[in-house]
């Protein structure tokens, strides 16, 4: 993604591949408060349930906090 905005056509895309290469669903999408994945009414018709990770925490970012 080149801007945040790219957002809206790359999550859509994203749950479409992990269905066609995995045969799964993607059943919970967890982000940090970002304005710009409110994705309420696709969350709601695909049934995935959204979290919210807690803000300045790097134990809820494990892997990539651990590289830094």
Same mark, same amino acid.
């Given at each position: ?19 066609? *290469? ?9 982000y ?11 969350? *709601? ?24």
């Open positions: 993604m080149k801007n945040k905005s790219d957002v809206h056509h790359v999550i859509p895309r994203f749950f479409t591949m992990i269905f066609t *290469q995995f045969n799964a669903n993607v059943k919970v999408f967890r940090d408060n970002a304005k710009e994945l409110t994705f309420t009414e696709l969350f *709601q018709a695909k049934g995935i349930l959204h979290q919210f990770s807690c803000v300045e925490r790097p134990q809820q970012n494990s892997v990539v906090e651990r590289k830094h």
